[in-house]
């Protein structure tokens, strides 16, 4: 069934046609299940109570609370009563020091770390397509650490790279020097060693199921041409590919961006300033209850998130355009 | 035919030098997990000479021994376990608060959200189209925007500082509403058309033919959710203020430089139950995963 769908959609006509014609079979579809007015303002409130337990909560906490979060962010604080500053929160914001670093930290943890999830995960699926024995093992085995909670392998974690950690027994008997790992510009690098041991096998999992649904003919017929590995990948496997690198970019980055669990967890609440993320900045702000900065802050990080998908879902679209057309 | 052979030669070559690869990259994946369990049943004693410089020193100071990286231990020992589960209950008590706070988001965010996902599948008007799409939004925010939002209700409405604080927005996260609605609308309508002309009504419908063939779908979301909420650690340090309530994943890290060895045992004891989940339901959990693997489908 599921198979059968996903050929369909490959060969449709072209986004914009197969728009329409999925619209006329909703409207189709509701004309069939619906007739009457009376009948259809019925259906209208029996999918509403179907929908509002969901709904209500998420206005509740999220989308209520969000129009205040709006109000902070453009009034005074010290003020009595309200005051409309505008954007000056804002730019009380982007001058504070403290929200500099830890923006530039965040934004290059994750510049560093999400295409390097991509990319080896996509090494690593391509790897376990091929044939090679035990292939469920090893997919088991890179999806193991998603299960394992960060707050268990922290220790771990400290006795490699602590001081007088293993890696630096390893690095001195072969004649480097000690390396500060957690206290020093390296230990972004630790930290996004543990995002990827940590992300890998979920990213992995999503590729393999992406390379599995690319149509076997397509392969076929190109080795037939006698197509060498590498065009393949590049020309059939990364098109098919590219809703998916689409959507484990975006995940990766959320993900990044929950690297405070890590760094806190290894470091504390005042780590190294390399390690210095949004989320403990938030943190700081929660603490001293500074709304105003808070609610300015979680609005430019929304701003950021939605322009940064937004960015994203246009370059899939352009990139994987000839093969959904 | 000469060719041929050689093609084939290389081919095993290649498989050869990936199969080498995974396993390469395999231990590196099992070696923390693996690590932490055999530690965890090393004696006290043992652990200190291991690992004693790592966590007594502070960093930068005069390095008089390294540490030694072991996996199998000398003398298997219980003690650890006994210490931290039997004798000194407040190891127990955080495993509680992480059991107390995980278990209901995951049993009420599955209920919430497969109502929504039934609503989302069977009615598809623009209102509810907008909503979804803003569902998918709200999904994709990170903590750094949500938690803003969670903590002013929590304190509005006087929730602050209880589990409630965590719980009741747990409830509603976006999350399995998306993926539940994804799965849903894979189910055939001429199922839910049939069931109607039956005389089903809507509430039978959706418990009669819609939860049934997604029963793998729930298990697997409910796998998902249990462990983003058993990993927790910033909803817990922003909404908790107390110490007493805090869960196991945010106590582990406050563990102090004398307990080492219990540290490594509680660890093992907290990743326990998500490994066994692993274990039990891991092909549930890939098809989640599976299915999760595409926003716009």
Redesign the interface.
Known sequence: ??SR?KTTEKLSPGPKREKRAKRKA?KR??F??VTGRRERTK??L???C??S???L??C???I???V??VKYAVTDSSAADAVFVGIDNFKKLMANAAFKLAAKNTLTFSALAVPLSVVLAIV?AL??E?????KS????????????????????????F?????F??LIEATGGK?I?W??SDYAQLVVILLFL?KN???NM??FM??LHNIPKELLEYADVEGASEWYKFWAIKLRYLS??V??VT?LSL?NS??I??EV??LA?NYPYQGLYT??HF??NM?NSLD?QK??A??II??LV??VL?ALLFIIENWFGKDVEG | MKKKRIRKKQKYFSRGVMFLICAIFAVLFLAPTVLTITNSFMTESEINSNYGMVFSTTTGGYVSEHVNLKFIPDKVTFSQYITGLVRSPEYLMKFWNSVILTVPIVFLQVAVASVAAYSFTRWRGKIRSGIFFFYVILMLMPYQVTLVPNYLVAERLGILNTRWSIILPGMFAPFSVFLLTKYMRRIPYALIEAAKIDGCGEWQTFTKICLPQCRAALCSIAILVFIDYWNMVEQPLVLLNDAEMQPLSVYLSTINSGEIGLAFAMATVYMFPSLLIFLAGENYLMEGITHSGSIKG
């Open positions: 069934m599921r769908t909703g579809e509701r069939k299940s259906d209208f029996r999918s509403l179907f929908l337990p969901s709904f909560g998420v509740l906490f999220f209520v609370p969000f205040v979060v690593l790897m376990l091929s044939r090679i024995p035990m093992a090893f997919r088991s085995f890179f999806l193991s650490p998603m299960m394992v909670p960060v707050a268990s392998i922290v220790l771990i974690w400290q006795v490699l602590n001081f007088n950690g293993s630096n027994v000690a500060d957690l206290n041991w890998l096998g979920y999992i999503l199921s992406g809703p998916t689409l959507f975006i959320i961006f929950k405070f669990r806190y967890l504390g949004l989320q938030m943190n929660f709304y808070l609610s802050a979680a990080m929304a998130m939605i998908i």
